[in-house]
């Protein structure tokens, strides 16, 4: 069988990669740069990372070197059967390129974009046969990553679509074809997490680390988004995050905050500079000194209403449950989609004695406490005690709906169900794309179920009503599934 052939324009990070994936699976793969000398580099750096691989056995070098070549000029892209581009992410460079291409190619060849936020329709536009080419989009690093989005422009024929997403598979990735909007798939994806945990930030309800340790323990997140946002940095998550919301007409879901704002317009921008959310001393995050406890736990609490793992907390910190409100005891409660204002009055609480501890996501590690404005510091305290008691590690926040891992996971499944009931890609791949591009513990759909996807609904419900913000509004998606009882895997 004939060695396939990929061009590949752009010997930058990208081009690299993708040249490293197409050698290491048998496919031929020929560099070019606008850069003089910039293929050639962009050829031995590949090289070098192949042979630490071979140095492990884990790649054939001398198999991988004989399928890397660099062009000299565009003609050497004749006999090519695909060609990428990874260039600057300008949309006036990539037209030009995609002509100088279109000049010499042959007319089955195949053209795909690994641009991350131009239309792949505004890219085809110019072209003489727009039908041929279509987004193939990989994640950087490019050999670590495993997802690619097949971005299907307008004008992508099905033969273009199907040619890529084969093409994906062979060069060792996991392929999922996705409508051509702004993010694609995955960045717009991932705007949920950051924007959520920024929204938190910005109403005070606790600080970065707070908010990090919580979604790390009790949501099982990899690393907390201020810490990922300082590692891919602000001058990358920034725009993407403005083109995404500018792309879909200033959407509240997707909306981020002046202080992220501010960051990136102060060079800000994370690990790279040493200051983000968090500052860096010798490449590790500078924390606060943790507080050591104050106060030590009641005799007695009263629950507002019962719940298990309110039962279990005092049991395990040995603390009496009163079968009536003595008036002096700490009141505990449990609350989903609530903040304790909202509670104290539903159900006529004294709210200098209502302590909320979240009862969403995993609490055997860490549990998030909750108090309204007024509420006795040394109650809060007291039942903070309780918690480190009963083993846990205990983190304290200001009055918020939902806490922070009940409001952040609720808005990235709310996202996920927008992206299923718009098409983006079919709701299994939607999990897929979250779990190998952003590092998801789960899908986010499968996360709905695993929480409850009628409770993800009624905890958006209620944030949506207390704040009056229709960033918080239910997707139908989401609506119509927990309406129905169904999995928020179920398709259209
Ligand atoms: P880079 O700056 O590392 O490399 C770009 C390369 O293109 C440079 O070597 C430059 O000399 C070359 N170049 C510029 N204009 C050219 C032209 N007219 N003809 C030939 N070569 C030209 O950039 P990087 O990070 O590799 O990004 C490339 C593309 O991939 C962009 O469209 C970017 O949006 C996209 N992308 C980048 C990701 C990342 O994390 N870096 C992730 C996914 C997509």
């Known amino acids: 069988m004939a060695v396939t052939t990929l061009g590949i324009i752009g010997a930058g990070a990208m081009g690299q990669g993708i040249a490293q994936v197409a050698a290491q699976n048998g496919i031929m793969a020929i560099l070019l740069d606008a850069a003089p000398g910039a293929a050639e580099k962009g050829r031995a750096a590949v090289m070098q990372r192949i042979d630490k691989l071979a140095a492990k056995g884990q790649a054939d070098a001398a198999a991988a070197g004989a399928l890397l070549k660099v062009a000299s000029g565009y003609a050497d892209f004749a006999p090519c059967d695909f060609v990428v581009e990874a260039v600057v992410e300008r949309l006036d460079v990539k037209q030009a390129v995609f002509a100088e291409l279109e000049k010499v190619v042959r007319d089955d060849a195949i053209l795909a974009s690994n641009t991350s936020s131009l239309p792949i329709g505004s890219i085809a536009r110019t072209c003489r046969k727009p039908e041929r080419v279509a987004g193939l989009h990989f994640f ?53 997490l950051n924007t959520e945990a920024l929204a938190i930030l910005q109403e005070n309800v606790a600080p970065c680390a707070t908010i ?116 002096k005891a700490p009141i505990l409660a449990a609350p989903w989609g609530e903040d304790c204002t909202a509670l104290s009055q539903r159900l006529k609480l004294d709210a200098k004695r209502l302590v909320a501890i979240d009862p969403a996501g995993k609490t055997d590690m860490r549990v998030t406490l909750m108090t309204a404005p007024g509420a006795d510091a040394a109650v809060r305290d007291s039942v903070a005690a309780l918690c480190r008691d009963a083993g846990r590690q205990v983190s304290v926040i200001a009055d918020s709906p939902g806490f922070v891992a009940q409001r952040v996971v609720a808005m990235v499944a709310n996202l996920a169900c927008e992206i299923a009931q718009m098409q983006l890609a079919d709701p299994a791949s939607v999990d897929k794309a979250y779990q190998l591009a952003l590092a998801y513990p789960m899908g986010p759909l499968a996360m709905a179920d695993a929480w409850g996807v009628k409770r993800i609904y009624d905890v958006l419900v209620t944030l949506q009503q207390i704040t009056g913000d229709d960033r918080y509004r239910p997707s139908q998606w989401l609506r119509r599934r927990a309406l129905l009882g169904l999995s928020a895997l179920t398709p259209a």
């Open 140 to 192: 950087n690093p490019v050999p670590v990553m495993k997802l690619v989005e097949v971005v299907r422009g307008p004008a992508s024929s099905e033969a273009t679509v199907r040619a890529l997403l084969d093409l994906g598979a062979r060069l060792g990735r996991t392929p999922i074809e996705v409508k051509d909007t702004p993010g694609f798939l995955v960045n717009l994806g991932g705007r949920a």
């Open 212 to 327: 990090d340790a919580i979604l790390r323990d009790c949501c099982g997140f990899r690393m907390g988004p201020f810490e990922l946002m300082d590692l891919t940095g602000m001058d990358v998550n920034f725009p993407v995050t403005e083109i995404v919301w500018n792309g879909y007409f200033n959407d509240p879901r997707l909306r981020s905050t002046p202080f992220h704002a501010s960051l990136f317009r102060s060079g800000l921008l994370g690990r790279k500079t040493g200051s983000g959310y968090y500052h860096y001393q010798d490449g590790k995050a500078v924390l606060p000194e943790a507080t050591p406890p104050a106060g030590s736990p009641p005799k007695a609490v009263v629950l507002a209403e019962d719940h298990d793992l309110l039962r279990a907390l005092c049991a395990a910190a040995k603390v009496e449950i009163l079968a009536r409100d003595d008036g």
